[in-house]
């Protein structure tokens, strides 16, 4: 497996439920490094074009409302397979489905009030990583 880096956004509603460090853990235990990190709360602007690629679906305008509800942890995770490997952390979209001791399992209520994004792609991974860090506030490790 490669070295990998991918970016993770922790949402709205984990931040309000307090459990950044308990998300930070699994990440850590899983044997990802967070390489840049910092709280944020989206603009209506920023949210969007972050989600671009789903602006014809039906859900983008809740799932825009949802992202600037309130601050956004947004990290740069790295290590082997990262970005699968996080994916696997944050299980399935909706928590109904995700698997037990997974992130949306564990903290998510709903389908659009699901705890964490996750690049879903190297591509996407790389796209989303330079959408919220320019390359010198990434660290190696
Ligand atoms: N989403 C939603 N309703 C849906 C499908 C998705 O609100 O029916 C939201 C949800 O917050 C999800 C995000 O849109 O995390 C992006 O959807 P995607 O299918 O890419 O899921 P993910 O990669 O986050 O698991």
Avoid: C, W
């Amino acid at each position: 497996m490669a070295l990998e880096r991918t970016l993770s956004i922790i949402k709205p509603d984990a931040v309000a439920k307090n459990v950044i460090g308990e998300i930070y853990s699994r990440f850590e235990k899983a044997g990802l490094k967070v390489v840049a990190a910092k709280m944020k709360h989206l603009s209506k602007q920023e949210a969007e074009g972050f989600y671009a690629v789903h602006r014809e679906r039906p859900f983008f305008a809740a799932l825009v409302e949802f992202m600037i509800s309130g601050p956004v942890m947004v990290q740069v995770l790295e290590g082997e397979g990262a970005m699968l490997k996080n994916r696997e952390l944050m299980g399935a979209t909706n928590p109904k489905d995700a698997a037990p001791g997974t992130i949306r399992a564990d903290f998510a209520d709903s389908i659009d009030a699901n705890a964490v994004h996750g690049s879903d792609s190297l591509e996407n991974a790389a796209i989303e990583i330079a959408y919220f860090f320019p390359a010198t506030d990434v660290y190696a490790r």
